[in-house]
């Protein structure tokens, strides 16, 4: 799973998979339209539905945020 | 009473001490006595909004923690995945239509106030009474802040993103908290709850970091700001014909600046009060007139609007029921492009609240429009741009930072002659006069020297804009500029700090015939 969401999310944000920094949203690596566009993508691959509360800097700063948002929702 | 008067200072001073000698456990009870004299004596704002406002705001959240408990205990004692689904969507439904409830009654409270204001003349031409009572009576000063303010802690509740609050003088406090109630920052509930709720230890260092921010924002629009609004004003004051559109260029840009030291320049008085009580203020501007795009430069300007309507708008708008459907309809048409229809519409109602937003004519809403339609094309255009940069042999480099630097103040420039225009007839003719008259000599001529400022004022400008933009440079580094003061020698501090008190004191505009007194973002 976790390789899938790095595809993905590398189609969309090259810097995303190298970024170490704070946080990819509040640094401008990825913006709102790119995290709309991967959301739909990560929601179509793992068949879960991403809702507007999760779409906070906090499940968006890094890759591992996101395989973890990503991670928690197909369990639920 | 504004940031910029004695009485001010006199408030925060006795708020400085009181805060700082009281209990530390009840030290917010300080800042919540502080902010409402400030708001109902100092501004003489009409309290009955704020408390509608907040007693609907903690009522709200309230409803919301009791539905969130009681869906959690029932979803504790049912095993079956379907049913535990339904009884979600089920309480979602209930908190969503009560939220709907809220947010209809205090936009209705929002859009009530910012209208009846327009409809008060007409009151008066109709009955002969002075309407002007009611306005400065009524009008629930800022208004347009604490409402989106109170609307993102009641949103962030249902998401379960924030804490609900169960003290209703702690809602109050974190709406009407007195340096940012008239012109923000858009604070977020959780961040100001734990800041408003830690024991603060004084610390001089702190204090002094403060003052300084307070001293540089006050530079800023008393040095910049309000002495380039001079200009402006009598070049807008002007009928177009009878300037030549080289002018008016300038005044364009010197508005720019204007509007970008004016409210920044309140940002970092706010800021600058809130740090001597250990409240830190979120961020609202990172030099944005660096920005190589214009999606980059409303991600830089008034960041605290833009991630408001971009988390409460934007995504609310894509990720709901008509959003999904959209997206699903188109996402395979158009050569893979309808994946963007649904950010679209997202994004031209973002623009379109942003300028109604901001003002009340059409001229502000051609302007949101205007913004939504270039980022919209951005956004469209995008795959495309590697493949023009490559055809066109464009490598990256400060060449093409500053083109795309100089094209993001060009748009900029189009929508301010927009807004600053005292009607669409106006910026018609404006922009007629920069295609016909330009006459770039009168620049370089003495009637530049006209409207207002004299040829000493403008070394002047030019001098505090130079210092302006050094410090910029520093802060666009990464510097902090009062860290690295601070660690200067002793005589190039003082050098500094003096030069900077000096020039505000002696170069500032104070009083005369321009109002110093008011910030432009106070009338949004």
Known sequence: ??????????????????????????????????????????????????DAKYVVAENFKNKEAIIALVQKLVEE | MQFISYSFVILWMLAFALYYLFPKKMQWYVLLTVSLLFYIIGLKGFPIGLLL??????????????????????LQQCADKETKKAL???????????QILYIAFNLGLLVFYKYVVVALPLVERLTGTYAGFLEKVMMPLGISFYTLTAISYVVDAGRENCAVETNFLKVVLFLAYFPSVTQGPFN????????????????????????????????????????????????????????????????TVFYMLQLYADFSGYIDMAAGVSETFDIMLPDNFKRPYFSKSVAEFWRRWHITLGT????????????????????????????????????????????????????RTVSYM?????YGVIMSISLVLEPSYAVWKEKLHIRDGKIWTFVRMARTWLIVFVADVLIRSGSMAQAGAIYASFLTRLDVRCLLSREITSYGISKYEFVLLFA?????????????????????????????????????????????????????????????
């Open chain 2, 464 to 524: 505090v804009l130079l210092i302006w933009l050094m410090v910029s440079v520093l802060e666009e580094r990464g510097e902090d500029v009062r860290t690295y003061l601070s660690h200067r020698p002793v005589i190039v501090r003082w050098v500094c700090y003096y030069g900077i008190v000096l020039l505000l004191l002696i170069t500032g505009i104070y009083g005369g015939s321009y109002d110093t007194a008011v910030f432009m973002y106070q009338s949004f």
């Open chain 2, 366 to 370: 051609l302007w949101g429009v205007y």
């Open chain 2, 53 to 74: 406002t907040g007693v609907t705001t903690y009522g709200c959240g309230l409803y919301l923690k009791e539905k969130l408990e009681e869906e959690k205990e029932k």
């Open chain 2, 88 to 98: 979600k969507t089920e309480f979602q439904k209930k908190r969503k239509r009560v």
């Open chain 1, 1 to 50: 799973m976790e390789e899938k969401i790095l595809e993905i999310l590398e189609e969309h944000c090259e810097e995303a998979i190298d970024y170490d920094g704070e946080s990819m949203m509040e640094d401008g690596i990825i913006d709102s339209f790119t995290v709309i566009n991967l959301i739909s993508d990560l929601e179509d691959e793992f068949d879960i539905e991403i």
């Open chain 2, 188 to 251: 977020r509930f959780a961040p100001m709850k734990e800041q408003f709720e830690k024991e603060h230890e004084f610390q001089y260092d702190r204090m002094l970091r403060g003052i300084q921010r307070f001293i540089w924002g006050a530079f800023k629009k008393l040095v910049i700001a309000d002495r380039l609004g001079i200009f402006v004003d009598r070049v807008y004051g002007v009928e177009p014909s009878a300037v030549p559109g080289s002018i008016f260029a300038c005044a």
């Open chain 2, 308 to 359: 408001w309507f971009k988390d409460y708008v934007m995504f609310s708008f894509v990720m709901s029921g008509t959003g999904r459907k959209i997206s699903k309809a188109c996402k395979n048409k158009w050569n893979g492009m309808g994946k963007q229809v649904a950010p679209i519409i997202g994004t031209m109602l973002v623009w379109f609240f942003t300028g109604i937003w901001h003002g």
